[in-house]
């Protein structure tokens, strides 16, 4: 008998016709099947697949992924079971609006039972099946009968194999009117879950289970897998026969399209791929993550021959354009909810890095690696700038660390711990916060320590004084306190004050409530960085340049680039770092910086100005710390300038892409004083869109600890790995801890090609040729790795401030020679590597003469999110800019 005759005409018709039904991300249009399909011909036993079928049908959802327990269990007759009390519902956590969890009730005797997974909050799988699903309308009594009627059906008791499947017969039922579905748990002991990692969404269960999204062509066989698949990475929609369109050569490709959790693959039979698309391999330029997509689209078409030809367009974040041709609508279909459930599900606990996580733990359990999350200590970091901390007093510092921010409650975009003026008192700071736009006061960034009179870096965001000239008398204190410094009333200079906007949209803003200093013994100066959005106008101008070109014709290459203002907005960047610089250095005097929010041009001035300065920020460990204390903990907004998660919206910009550039720019400058190579900008570049790690999940420090930090890997815990540091450290690295001052014309800038050309046959020549040219070149001593044991994050590893850095023009070639020790030289850059590793335990061999400059590639050619002024390839003059 079919249970699901059991329900009243009225109630079926209801559910038929239910519209609140929140559908699963992977969720169908509903079909016309009957349901008197779910019995088939044994003897009147319920039919598992044919009962996942039919609830599919007539519910709209995808077919139920129906798991059978290992022993048979009793009817119970509470509808609703839950963990602990048969009958009673299992609440739903606020974070997670998409999953319901049953656990189907025993009788204790039986030995099966069904045990709910992790809702997010820590809970672990314990074993057996669970139920996921959406929640809908559908009342409890309708569920109650169900269940009874299911149960009823298979005669109540255990008995055996059709036990078991009535059992199935009452999760598909139970599953189907909660509009989701039934999986396996995975079995485990003791593991912590992410919020939302534990949870097993459609999708998951697809793969738990064997199961796919609806259509025969997409579905997923048992244990799908391929080569370079990574942990936690499953494949859960299959497109078995499609077709992908290569411009140049105009050709169509022949393969399959895998779509996983974490991205789509595109691959072709062995030996199919035509020779001169092989570079597409070897750049991966088939492998699309989830994070990389900025728009997916389906398009459909009529043939000359009046054929119906569907498309699948697929944007990405790299310039890259993928022009699927799949056979059914239904492999579209399954592909773009593929997509939105893993690409972009509004929940950054959603996303694939915790998945990732979890799987990585487990293969790598007793395996100690660096913590990450851990790197940038902020009393350590303090301490080695000769700043009072609690680990180490300094009577002369004018400036002093604060946990005034602790709770979050100062700024909630800031660190924890801040650094201010000693003279400033915590109710004065707490007035300045109130003025400056969004809390975000004037906080210290980097101070040089005694040896350069304790001369600071500062940032901050605008003051909110607006055309009326409101005045706060504590921001003035606090400026007057940076402009003093040590010298305490001794002070004759001005302060530089940068404000990086361009001049007129400074007076804009000012306009609309915003404002900047105007303030006695302050020197103003407009930077002239254009804001987020020419940043993000000018980058996919650049995209379109690279596309634009094609080898063998003569093209409007330099052309393009000079009109897409990319090198233009560098030169500005780089202009208002070689002034911060400059003034520290020269004049013994601190640099306040800010733009109208703080979070984007502010933090490329500083970490750039402090790359500059400070020789520790040029090792591997030290550059990595830089990025998570200047750009994660003070609050670049990576989730929503990078759309993490969600889809690229109005504040969509690649400014951290900008910055990386910038670096780029400098290391061709002087690249023997960088332990770090630039490969590892490349991986920066990549990982930041792909959703693999949580270091750029977040917008701000207070999330990423609340929400991902201990749910998920930290990128700089791989990259500081033994077997990893090795592929992107310098060969030949001379540490060094003189100062970089930037040379910021423009006819020294090179293009950036491992970034803009790594997906086109070009990029690839040009990194086969460096490879090749390394493997030639005879190994320095410079290029042994350091030993593991040498790394350390303790406090004593950090000296209490740092020597004065050394000038030297980074024009090309013309270093200062090396004439300070060994160990005065680890003192100063506050190397995580001692002396030995250093120099290989042999003596520091003197500097060597300059060698001529190859000539570089020339290149032709203006963070408020409300400039009005700042218009794409519209650039100042000097003059505007006084």
Same mark, same amino acid.
């Given at each position: 008998?079919?249970?699901?005759?059991?329900?009243?005409?009225?109630?079926?018709?209801?559910?038929?016709?239910?519209?609140?039904?929140?559908?699963?991300?992977?969720?169908?249009?509903?079909?016309?099947?009957?349901?008197?399909?779910?019995?088939?011909?044994?003897?009147?036993?319920?039919?598992?697949?044919?009962?996942?079928?039919?609830?599919?049908?007539?519910?709209?959802?995808?077919?139920?992924?129906? $798991?059978?327990?290992?022993?048979? *269990?009793?009817? $119970?007759?509470?509808?609703?079971?839950?963990?602990?009390?048969?009958?009673?519902?299992?609440?739903?956590?606020?974070?997670?609006?998409?999953?319901?969890?049953?656990?189907?009730?025993?009788?204790?005797?039986?030995?099966?039972?069904?045990?709910?997974?992790?809702?997010?909050?820590?809970?672990?799988?314990?074993?057996?099946?669970?139920?996921?699903?959406?929640?809908?309308?559908?009342?409890?009594?309708?569920?109650?009968?169900?269940?009874?009627?299911?149960?009823?059906?298979?005669?109540?008791?255990?008995?055996?194999?059709?036990?078991?499947?009535?059992?199935? %017969?009452?999760?598909?039922?139970?599953? +189907?009117?909660?509009?989701?579905?039934?999986?396996?748990?995975?079995?485990?002991?003791?593991?912590?879950?992410?919020?939302?990692?534990?949870?097993?969404?459609?999708?998951?269960? @697809?793969?738990?289970?064997?199961?796919?999204?609806?259509?025969?062509?997409?579905?997923?066989?048992?244990?799908?897998?391929?080569?370079?698949?990574?942990?936690?990475?499953?494949?859960?929609?299959?497109?078995?026969?499609?077709?992908?369109?290569?411009?140049?050569?105009?050709?169509?490709?022949?393969?399959?399209?895998?779509?996983?959790?974490?991205?789509?693959?595109?691959?072709?039979?062995?030996?199919?791929?035509?020779?001169?698309?092989?570079?597409?391999?070897?750049?991966?330029?088939?492998?699309?993550?989830?994070?990389?997509?900025?728009?997916?689209?389906?398009?459909?078409?009529?043939?000359?021959? /009046?054929?119906?030809?569907?498309?699948?367009?697929?944007?990405?974040?790299?310039?890259?354009?993928?022009?699927?041709?799949?056979?059914?609508?239904?492999?579209? =279909?399954?592909?773009?909810?593929?997509?939105?459930?893993?690409?972009?599900?509004?929940?950054?606990?959603?996303?694939?890095?915790?998945?990732?996580?979890?799987?990585?733990?487990?293969? =790598?359990?007793?395996?100690?690696?660096?913590?990450?999350?851990?790197?940038?200590?902020?009393?350590?970091?303090?301490?080695?700038?000769?700043?009072?901390?609690?680990?180490?007093?300094?009577?002369?510092?004018?400036?002093?660390?604060?946990?005034?921010?602790?709770?979050?409650?100062?700024?909630?975009?800031?660190?924890?711990? +801040?650094?201010?003026?000693?003279?400033?008192?915590?109710?004065?700071?707490?007035?300045?916060? =109130?003025?400056?736009?969004?809390?975000?006061?004037?906080?210290?960034?980097?101070?040089?320590?005694?040896?350069?009179?304790?001369?600071?870096?500062?940032?901050?965001?605008?003051?909110?004084?607006?055309?009326?000239?409101?005045?706060?008398?504590?921001?003035?204190?606090?400026?007057?306190?940076?402009?003093?410094?040590?010298?305490?009333?001794?002070?004759?200079?001005? +302060?530089?004050?940068?404000?990086?906007?361009?001049?007129?949209?400074?007076?804009?803003?000012?306009?609309?409530?915003?404002?900047? &200093?105007?303030?006695?013994?302050?020197?103003? *100066?407009?930077?002239?960085?254009?804001?987020?959005?020419?940043?993000?106008?000018?980058?996919?101008?650049?995209?379109?340049?690279?596309?634009?070109?094609?080898?063998? &014709?003569?093209?409007?290459?330099?052309?393009?680039?000079? #009109?897409?203002?990319?090198?233009?907005?560098?030169? @500005?960047?780089?202009?208002?770092?070689?002034?911060?610089?400059?003034?520290?250095?020269?004049? !013994?005097?601190?640099?306040?910086?800010?733009?109208?929010?703080?979070?984007?041009?502010?933090?490329?001035?500083?970490?750039?100005?402090?790359?500059?300065?400070?020789?520790?920020? !040029?090792?591997?460990?030290?550059?990595? +710390?830089?990025?998570?204390?200047?750009?994660?903990?003070?609050?670049?907004?990576?989730?929503?300038?990078?759309?993490?998660?969600?889809?690229?919206?109005?504040?969509?910009?690649?400014?951290?892409?900008?910055?990386?550039?910038?670096?780029?720019?400098?290391?061709?400058?002087?690249?023997?004083?960088?332990?770090?190579?630039?490969?590892?900008?490349?991986?920066?570049?990549?990982?930041?869109?792909?959703?693999?790690?949580?270091?750029?999940?977040?917008?701000?420090?207070?999330?990423?600890?609340?929400?991902?930090?201990?749910?998920?890997?930290?990128?700089?815990?791989?990259?500081?790995?033994? &077997?990893?540091?090795?592929?992107?450290?310098?060969?030949?690295?001379?540490?060094?801890?003189?100062?970089?001052?930037?040379?910021?014309?423009?006819?020294?800038?090179?293009?950036?090609?491992?970034?803009?050309?790594?997906?086109?046959?070009?990029?690839?020549?040009?990194?086969?040729?460096?490879?090749?040219? @390394?493997?030639?070149?005879?190994?320095?001593?410079?290029?042994?790795?350091?030993?593991? %044991?040498?790394?350390?994050?303790?406090?004593?590893?950090?000296?209490?401030?740092?020597?004065?850095?050394?000038?030297?023009?980074?024009?090309?070639?013309?270093?200062?020679?090396?004439?300070?020790?060994?160990?005065?030289?680890?003192?100063?850059?506050?190397?995580?590597?001692?002396?030995?590793?250093?120099? #290989?335990?042999?003596?520091?061999?003197?500097?060597?003469?300059?060698?001529?400059?190859?000539?570089?590639?020339?290149?032709?050619?203006?963070?408020?999110?409300?400039?009005?002024?700042?218009?794409? /390839?519209?650039?100042?003059?000097?003059?505007?800019?006084?």
């Amino acid at each position: 008998m079919d249970p699901l005759s059991l329900l009243s005409a009225k109630k079926k018709e209801e559910l038929a016709s239910t519209k609140k039904v929140v559908a699963s991300p992977l969720s169908s249009p509903p079909s016309a099947t009957d349901p008197a399909d779910v019995f088939g011909a044994l003897g009147g036993r319920p039919n598992p697949g044919a009962a996942a079928a039919a609830t599919s049908s007539l519910f709209g959802g995808p077919p139920l992924l129906v $798991s059978t327990p290992a022993a048979p *269990v009793q009817a $119970s007759s509470g509808g609703y079971p839950s963990r602990s009390t048969p009958g009673a519902a299992v609440s739903t956590p606020d974070e997670d609006p998409f999953r319901v969890t049953f656990a189907s009730p025993t009788n204790g005797s039986s030995g099966g039972s069904y045990s709910s997974g992790s809702y997010g909050g820590g809970t672990s799988f314990s074993g057996g099946s669970s139920f996921h699903g959406s929640h809908s309308d559908v009342r409890r009594d309708e569920v109650k009968d169900a269940a009874k009627a299911a149960w009823g059906a298979a005669g109540g008791s255990a008995w055996g194999a059709a036990g078991g499947a009535a059992s199935s %017969a009452f999760s598909a039922v139970g599953g +189907l009117l909660r509009g989701g579905s039934t999986t396996a748990a995975t079995p485990s002991s003791g593991s912590n879950g992410a919020p939302g990692a534990g949870l097993a969404s459609l999708a998951s269960s @697809a793969a738990a289970s064997g199961g796919g999204p609806p259509g025969g062509n997409s579905s997923v066989p048992v244990g799908t897998t391929f080569e370079d698949i990574l942990p936690g990475e499953k494949v859960h929609v299959i497109v078995k026969s499609c077709y992908l369109v290569v411009a140049n050569p105009l050709c169509e490709l022949h393969g399959r399209l895998l779509v996983t959790n974490y991205r789509l693959k595109f691959q072709t039979p062995k030996g199919t791929l035509r020779e001169e698309l092989q570079w597409m391999r070897e750049v991966s330029y088939f492998d699309v993550p989830m994070g990389t997509i900025e728009d997916i689209k389906d398009e459909k078409s009529v043939t000359a021959a /009046g054929a119906i030809e569907l498309k699948l367009k697929v944007s990405t974040k790299d310039f890259r354009t993928l022009v699927l041709l799949p056979k059914t609508e239904e492999d579209i =279909r399954s592909t773009l909810q593929a997509v939105a459930a893993f690409g972009v599900p509004g929940n950054p606990t959603l996303l694939f890095a915790f998945k990732h996580a979890e799987a990585a733990w487990e293969s =790598r359990s007793g395996i100690q690696d660096i913590d990450g999350w851990t790197l940038y200590n902020p009393v350590q970091e303090y301490t080695r700038m000769g700043i009072e901390t609690d680990l180490m007093p300094s009577p002369s510092s004018p400036w002093r660390m604060s946990k005034l921010n602790s709770d979050y409650g100062l700024c909630t975009t800031y660190p924890a711990v +801040l650094a201010f003026p000693r003279n400033m008192s915590d109710q004065e700071l707490r007035a300045v916060a =109130r003025f400056r736009k969004r809390g975000r006061l004037p906080s210290m960034s980097w101070c040089g320590g005694p040896e350069l009179e304790y001369a600071s870096l500062w940032r901050c965001s605008q003051t909110t004084e607006g055309l009326m000239g409101q005045k706060c008398n504590e921001d003035a204190a606090l400026v007057e306190c940076i402009r003093q410094g040590w010298k305490r009333g001794e002070a004759d200079r001005d +302060l530089l004050v940068i404000d990086l906007r361009p001049w007129k949209s400074a007076w804009a803003n000012k306009a609309g409530g915003g404002g900047f &200093e105007g303030y006695a013994k302050c020197r103003l *100066v407009f930077g002239g960085i254009d804001n987020i959005h020419c940043v993000r106008d000018a980058w996919r101008a650049m995209g379109a340049a690279v596309a634009n070109v094609t080898e063998g &014709e003569s093209g409007t290459w330099f052309k393009d680039v000079a #009109n897409s203002s990319w090198y233009d907005y560098l030169g @500005a960047i780089l202009g208002s770092c070689l002034k911060v610089v400059k003034e520290i250095l020269e004049h !013994r005097s601190s640099v306040m910086v800010h733009c109208s929010d703080g979070w984007d041009r502010t933090a490329e001035a500083t970490s750039l100005s402090m790359l500059c300065l400070d020789p520790y920020y !040029r090792t591997q460990a030290g550059f990595l +710390l830089l990025i998570q204390k200047e750009w994660c903990s003070f609050g670049h907004r990576f989730r929503t300038r990078l759309a993490l998660g969600e889809p690229p919206s109005g504040e969509f910009s690649p400014v951290f892409i900008q910055w990386l550039e910038c670096v780029y720019q400098i290391v061709q400058y002087t690249p023997n004083a960088f332990e770090f190579s630039t490969s590892v900008l490349i991986r920066l570049a990549h990982e930041a869109f792909t959703n693999r790690y949580g270091t750029f999940l977040c917008d701000n420090e207070r999330e990423r600890s609340e929400k991902v930090s201990t749910f998920a890997l930290s990128f700089w815990s791989i990259l500081l790995r033994p &077997e990893e540091s090795i592929t992107w450290r310098n060969p030949d690295y001379k540490p060094d801890r003189a100062a970089i001052v930037p040379n910021i014309c423009q006819a020294n800038y090179v293009i950036w090609e491992d970034y803009w050309w790594r997906h086109s046959p070009r990029g690839l020549k040009a990194q086969l040729a460096r490879t090749s040219t @390394a493997a030639a070149a005879p190994p320095s001593a410079a290029s042994t790795p350091p030993p593991a %044991a040498s790394v350390s994050f303790d406090a004593e590893a950090a000296p209490a401030s740092a020597a004065p850095p050394l000038v030297t023009e980074a024009a090309g070639g013309g270093d200062v020679a090396r004439e300070q020790s060994v160990e005065a030289l680890q003192a100063a850059s506050g190397s995580l590597f001692s002396s030995e590793v250093l120099t #290989n335990g042999a003596a520091l061999p003197p500097a060597a003469p300059p060698q001529p400059r190859a000539p570089a590639k020339q290149v032709f050619a203006d963070d408020d999110d409300e400039d009005p002024f700042a218009l794409p /390839g519209k650039r100042l003059t000097e003059k505007d800019k006084d």
